[in-house]
Each structure stands twice: as C-alpha cells, then as structure tokens.
C-alpha cells in the first residue's frame, strides 16, 4: 500500500529560485497537511487543508503556498526560496478527527 | 512559546528495562494526545493515543498515562528493545490540527 507519497526525496535549490514539493495521498482522506521538521523544534504545521478546495495556514505558513485541487493531491509551494526554509518537509493525512496523521517518507530541501 | 515541551532532548535506557518519555502541554483546550516514533530518513509513524477522559490507555508493551491536572503525560515502553530505539515525539489536538513537541530521541542500548 502506497499511502502517502511525497517527491522529491531530496532537493539542493538556489536561493530565489521556486519549487513546489509534490504529496499525493491513496486513502481518501479529507484532511491532508505540510509540515517541516527542524531540530530542536519538531514537527510544525506550515498549512493544512481540511477537505479538497480548502486551505488553512499553520504556525509556521510565511513564504509558502498550498492548493487542494482535489482529494487526492496537495502540493506545496516556495515561490522564492531562502535558506531559512532549509528542512525536511513531511506530508501527512486524517480521515477524521480524533484520528491518526499519517506521514509520507519526507522531503529533505536545501536552500543555499 | 512552545504549547507542547518534550524536556528530554535524549534518553538511553538498558535493554529490557522501562524506558519512560515525558511531555508537558501548556494548553487546556488540548484534547487528544499522541505519541509517534520516527525512525532516521523516514515519516513518523502512530504509535498510541489517548483522550483526555482517560487516564491511561495500554498496547502492549507501550502505555501512556495522563495527568490532566499537571498538563502532563507519558509513554513508558516495557520492556525496552534495540528496535524502540528512535525519536518520539508527542503531540496535540486542537480542533483538527496537531501540535508536535521538539522530540526526545531514546537509545536502547542492548
């Protein structure tokens, strides 16, 4: 079973240059989420969507950008990246409340 | 100012011996908790939950005790094994978003 599926596994990117870092999810779940991990600071949310065609933003949603076509997809992304965003990005899904995230494999981006 | 606090950046714990990680919260809204582990160069994974009607809640050799009065849970993990060795982190509910800790990495040292 596929679950989550993120890409790029890993990514060096110039910084000003955008990127939109890929999550697609396989078990319809309504509520789908980005978060980054950094150390020290754990996982935090950067923007979540609900169900298809809403958004929200996260602690954290500055410099980045999110759309949710349909159920299925929810890209993230950096218009114009800056080092600060230098991270491993984690998409996750939840099929309802009270219920588990699941997470993707990650996506590890250097911004230099 | 962080709303969920994991103290303990790491732990080492003897195999076969009860590893116990701590976490405090800040927000009384929070109702819902949980725990996830995440191995290096992989997503988190679920480990156990519980509400807060509860005080406790049990899967196997992992339990998780609430103590809403303190803002305060833990996972004890009994007994420990090389392959619990990993980061956990404990999170939050707040509406339908989750809140994470900074993580403790526990090693179980065979």
């Known amino acids: 079973t596929a679950g989550i599926t993120q890409a790029p596994t890993s990514q060096i990117l110039a910084a000003g240059r955008s990127m939109t870092l890929r999550c697609t999810q396989d078990m319809r779940h309504n509520a789908m989420y980005w978060y980054r991990q950094d150390l020290g600071l754990g996982l935090r949310l950067i923007h979540y969507s609900n169900t298809a065609g809403t958004t929200g933003k996260g602690e954290v949603p500055d410099g980045y950008s999110v759309s949710r076509a349909n159920t299925d997809d929810f890209p993230l992304t950096l218009a114009s990246a800056v080092p600060s965003q230098t991270s491993v990005y984690f998409c996750?899904?939840?099929?309802?409340?009270?219920?588990?995230?699941?997470f993707g494999e990650g996506s590890r981006l250097t911004v230099l | 100012d962080q709303q969920v606090k994991q103290n303990s950046p790491s732990l080492s714990v003897q195999e076969g011996r009860i590893s116990i990680l701590n976490c405090d919260y800040t927000n009384s809204m929070f109702d819902y908790f949980l725990w996830y582990k995440k191995y290096p160069a992989e997503g988190p994974t679920f480990l156990i939950s519980?509400?807060?009607?509860?005080d406790k809640n049990e899967d196997g050799r992992f339990t998780v005790f609430l103590n809403k009065s303190a803002k305060h849970l833990s996972l004890h993990i009994v007994p420990s094994q090389p392959g619990d060795s990993a980061v956990y982190f404990c999170?939050?509910?707040?509406?339908?978003?989750?809140?994470f800790g900074p993580g403790t990495r526990l090693s179980v040292l065979p």
């Open positions: 999170a939050a509910d707040y509406g339908q978003n989750f809140v």
């Open positions: 996750a899904s939840s099929d309802r409340r009270y219920g588990e995230l699941f």
């Open positions: 519980i509400s807060s009607i509860k």
